[in-house]
């Protein structure tokens, strides 16, 4: 059975850190490039980081660059976001995607122009809640 599971979610203290997964099965991880992306409510989905297929490159959202740090094993066919300095305002579902390119490697406006990537397989999100 095709899937990604994310996992690692839960409730932590401003300051503090936590460790998303992103387990694939069915399909090899490195065959493609992972995103992840959350969603608080009322807000529109943000994407948030993403690893290359091609050369393992990483992209950050302004947001997160300097806390957020993704990773790949590919022996373990799994992706990693840790999370550092955790602040309220990063309290949202998080979710990975297993796409054709990382959108976040272009600003909004390129894809004015260009073909948006491809998301071929989504997991079912995790729940990430920052409060004291």
């Known amino acids: 059975q095709v899937q990604l599971v994310e996992s690692g979610g839960g409730l932590v203290q401003p300051g503090g850190s936590l460790r998303l997964s992103c387990a694939a099965s069915g399909f090899t991880l490195d065959n493609y490039a992972i995103d992840w992306f959350r969603q608080a409510p009322g807000k529109e989905r943000e994407g948030v980081s993403c690893?290359?297929?091609?050369?393992?490159?990483?992209y950050y959202a302004n947001s997160v660059k300097g806390r957020f740090t993704i990773s790949r094993d590919n022996a373990k066919n799994t992706v990693y976001l840790q999370m550092n300095s955790l602040n309220p305002e990063d309290t949202a579902e998080y979710y990975c995607?297993?796409?054709?390119?990382?959108?976040?490697?272009?600003?909004?406006?390129?894809?004015?122009?260009?073909?948006?990537?491809?998301?071929?397989?989504w997991g079912q999100g995790t729940q990430v809640t920052v409060s004291s």
């Open positions: 690893v290359s297929s091609s050369d393992g490159s990483t």
């Open positions: 995607a297993a796409s054709s390119e990382c959108s976040l490697r272009y600003s909004a406006s390129y894809y004015y122009t260009h073909p948006t990537p491809a998301y071929f397989y």
